[in-house]
């Protein structure tokens, strides 16, 4: 999954918390959100105010939420798993790792995505 597609995903899966972000969707989504949120910070030290990372924050929430329950359950973890960012270090390390771990074979939560097109449809 590419840049540009990985975007269009999970801002068209806005809340969809079901089914699973194979890795590529889910960093390509993080890289996004910070180069938007350095562009603003650098922004908005020029205009003095915080409003516009305000917003972004908020239209991000949801979109960075549901990725991130998709990315456990593509490694067959439940949803419930980003929780553990809560914890300051050591839940951020744990919740790193799981991020770049790799896709687990069909599960509880459907087909593995990287045998899967744009589409949903199984490739091959």
């Not at 989504?29 to 516009?52: D, K, M, N, P």
């Not at 839940?91 to 939560?109: A, E, Q």
Request: charged fraction near 15%; proline fraction near 3%.
């Amino acid at each position: 999954m590419g840049f540009g597609e990985a975007i269009s995903t999970c801002f068209r899966k806005y809340v969809d918390f079901s089914g699973r972000a194979r890795r590529s969707e889910y960093w390509y989504f993080t890289l996004f959100y910070v180069i938007i949120s350095v562009i603003l910070g650098v922004v908005e030290s020029a205009i003095e105010t915080q409003i516009l990372s305000l917003i972004v924050g908020l239209a991000f929430f949801l979109p960075s939420l549901a990725v991130s329950v998709r990315r456990m359950h593509d490694i067959d973890r439940s949803g419930w798993w980003v929780l553990i960012g809560i914890v300051p270090l050591i839940g951020w390390i744990v919740f790193i790792i799981f991020c770049c771990t790799d896709s687990k074979d069909p599960n509880r939560f459907g087909e593995n995505p990287k045998g899967m097109t744009a589409t949903g449809v199984a490739a091959g």
